[in-house]
């Protein structure tokens, strides 16, 4: 009795550690645009995704993403911006500059074509 136990929460306990590791969240990077005079710059590879996947900027200066893309999946071949209207197509290992408007706080998400990979941009 003791055994069928033991071997159920064993089984339980896989069974959530595969369906955290399929599904839940692991990127957990983030990063601050560097501010200078002449504004806020962020470089994002795309890779499996972004990286940084979470950026934070500063209200009322102007941002600047370069994306960089090293990934050959179809899927990062554009970057979206739905709440802006932005549309990028983003060449393999070709340095894109997106200019993205900071005049309001809030968060702004992008994605890739295929809305399967995300990131988000907050301004505070």
């Not at 911006?81 to 993205?100: K, M, Q, R, T, Y």
């Not at 900071?102 to 968060?107: A, F, I, L, M, V």
Request: contains cysteine; proline residues 4%.
């Amino acid at each position: 009795m003791m055994l069928q136990i033991v071997l159920l929460i064993l089984g339980v306990l896989t069974i959530c550690f595969i369906g955290w590791w399929f599904f839940g969240e692991h990127d957990i990077s983030q990063a601050l645009a560097v501010v200078s005079d002449e504004g806020q710059k962020a470089r994002i590879i795309v890779e499996g995704g972004y990286t940084p996947s979470l950026l934070k900027g500063k209200a009322g200066h102007p941002l600047e993403l370069i994306f960089h893309r090293k990934d050959p999946s179809t899927c990062l071949e554009k970057v979206i911006f739905p709440e802006l209207g932005v549309e990028a197509s983003l060449p393999l290992f070709e340095d894109v500059i997106i200019s993205i408007d900071t005049s309001r706080k809030g968060e702004i998400t992008y994605t890739c074509g295929m809305h399967m990979y995300h990131g988000n941009i907050i301004i505070e």
